[in-house]
């Protein structure tokens, strides 16, 4: 970006997310299937567009009371995600800290707990928030205005962010709004500019086989590391609003908040299995599958990218037209309904992609 934009006058726009069939034409990658997670912020080369310099603290700065949102970064990386990173105590924050106690063998109290925080923060409690440098790569863009329409959306060469702070919001696994409150008024955004960021740290550029989508770039856009633990079954809990993650020892390694089914699409209870992995996806719009369509809608075929209906993966199931994948919206994550198919923020879809493949179980269940 040639001017740098005040941050107040970028707040992105809201739209609403619809899902139907998978492109199932592509499968993962291989080399994808690694154990790891993520890591914290790191010396990254120059070039690298998607490596943030962290800026030290002002002399005589005040310290910050962020406990909560501290709390949220750390469940973040051990991959019990509270969602959006806010600083808030909502249900997605309860229900990771509930994932996150029962993985350990914790009493599940769903608060944050002495014992809770000394098992999560460990020898070296990373901070809630840093101050960091945005790479003139990373501001560079391209951006563009989504439209709400699908068959507006369909004569976009790619669906990516609308504006710098979108984007800098799911690379910091937040949204513009919290990046608004952890900033003076005065911020401004542009290549080399610094701002304060929830504490969520750099991934380098995947090096993928036949990645012709830039599942790499995607990851590092993320923060998302490739390798991640493998899960031998995943279980989708309506009653608890979560997508949970378990190993062949049946221990629960990760849990992601999720949005799953409506009255008119109930989620569809059972035992189905995941059929195949789009990343970086097609999203191939059949106004004939949605109760709500516009009867002037015509099909459709809209090119990947984050503010896609699907965001930026599709985890496909053996139950036809049903799938887990990404969104535009990561807000409305657990707070609104969907057409059937689980909804998770862009991060935490890209990670369970890691860590599933196609032959993976997965429980639906009320």
Same mark, same amino acid.
Request: hydrophobic letters at 40%.
């Given at each position: 970006?040639?001017?740098?934009?005040?941050?107040?006058?970028?707040?992105?726009?809201?739209?609403?997310?619809?899902?139907?069939?998978?492109?199932?034409?592509?499968?993962?990658?291989?080399?994808?299937?690694q154990?790891?997670?993520?890591?914290?912020?790191?010396? =990254?080369?120059a070039?690298?567009? !998607?490596?943030?310099?962290?800026?030290?603290?002002?002399?005589?700065?005040?310290?910050?009371?962020?406990?909560?949102?501290?709390?949220?970064?750390?469940?973040?990386?051990?991959?019990?995600?509270?969602?959006?990173?806010?600083?808030?105590?909502?249900?997605?924050?309860?229900?990771?800290?509930?994932g996150?106690?029962?993985?350990?063998?914790?009493?599940?109290?769903?608060? /944050?707990?002495?014992?809770?925080?000394?098992?999560?923060?460990?020898d070296?409690?990373?901070?809630?928030?840093?101050?960091?440098?945005?790479?003139?790569?990373?501001?560079?863009?391209p !951006?563009?205005?989504?439209?709400?329409?699908?068959?507006?959306?369909?004569?976009?060469?790619?669906?990516? /962010?609308?504006?710098?702070?979108?984007?800098?919001?799911?690379?910091?696994?937040?949204?513009?709004?919290?990046?608004?409150?952890?900033?003076?008024?005065?911020?401004?955004?542009?290549?080399?500019?610094?701002?304060?960021v929830?504490?969520?740290?750099?991934?380098?550029?995947?090096?993928?086989?036949?990645?012709?989508?830039?599942?790499?770039?995607?990851?590092?856009?993320?923060?998302v590391?490739?390798? =991640?633990?493998?899960?031998?079954h995943?279980?989708?809990?309506?009653?608890?609003?979560?997508?949970?993650?378990?190993?062949?020892?049946?221990?629960?390694?990760?849990?992601?908040?999720?949005?799953?089914?409506?009255?008119?699409?109930?989620?569809?209870?059972?035992?189905?299995?995941?059929?195949?992995?789009?990343?970086?996806?097609?999203?191939? /719009?059949?106004?004939?599958?949605?109760?709500?369509?516009?009867?002037?809608?015509?099909?459709?075929?809209?090119?990947?990218?984050?503010?896609?209906?699907?965001?930026?993966?599709?985890?496909?199931?053996?139950?036809?037209?049903?799938?887990?994948?990404?969104?535009?919206?990561?807000?409305?994550?657990?707070?609104?309904?969907?057409?059937?198919?689980?909804?998770?923020?862009?991060?935490?879809?890209?990670?369970?992609? =890691?860590?599933?493949?196609?032959?993976?179980?997965?429980?639906?269940?009320?």
């Open positions: 970006m040639k001017n740098h934009l005040l941050i107040f006058a970028l707040l992105c726009t809201a739209c609403k997310v619809s899902v139907t069939d998978a492109d199932e034409s592509r499968r993962a990658p291989s080399g994808t299937e154990s790891g997670g993520q890591s914290a912020a790191a010396a =990254q080369p070039a690298d567009p !998607f490596a943030f310099a962290i800026v030290p603290e002002p002399t005589g700065a005040p310290a910050r009371a962020d406990s909560i949102l501290q709390a949220q970064v750390a469940l973040d990386r051990a991959g019990f995600s509270p969602g959006v990173l806010d600083g808030k105590e909502g249900m997605s924050f309860t229900a990771a800290l509930l996150f106690q029962e993985a350990k063998g914790l009493p599940e109290t769903g608060k /944050y707990d002495e014992a809770t925080a000394k098992a999560l923060m460990g070296r409690p990373p901070p809630a928030t840093w101050l960091v440098k945005i790479p003139e790569g990373f501001a560079r863009g !951006f563009s205005n989504v439209p709400k329409d699908l068959g507006e959306q369909a004569k976009l060469p790619a669906l990516g /962010y609308r504006n710098l702070i979108e984007k800098l919001a799911e690379r910091f696994h937040t949204k513009p709004e919290v990046l608004v409150a952890l900033n003076s008024p005065s911020t401004k955004l542009g290549p080399g500019a610094t701002m304060r929830p504490a969520v740290g750099n991934q380098p550029v995947a090096r993928i086989e036949g990645d012709e989508r830039g599942w790499g770039n995607t990851l590092a856009s993320l923060a590391a490739k390798d =991640q633990p493998q899960a031998d995943i279980v989708v809990d309506k009653s608890d609003g979560v997508l949970r993650v378990f190993d062949a020892q049946n221990g629960l390694i990760a849990q992601f908040p999720a949005t799953m089914g409506s009255e008119h699409d109930p989620l569809p209870i059972g035992t189905w299995e995941i059929k195949g992995i789009s990343r970086n996806p097609d999203f191939h /719009y059949n106004p004939d599958l949605f109760w709500d369509a516009d009867a002037k809608d015509q099909k459709a075929v809209l090119k990947p990218g984050p503010n896609g209906p699907v965001g930026v993966v599709w985890i496909d199931l053996s139950k036809q037209h049903y799938g887990i994948h990404g969104t535009p919206e990561p807000q409305t994550i657990g707070r609104t309904e969907s057409h059937g198919c689980i909804r998770l923020t862009n991060w935490d879809a890209a990670r369970l992609a =890691q860590m599933v493949k196609s032959g993976v179980k997965a429980v639906f269940q009320a």
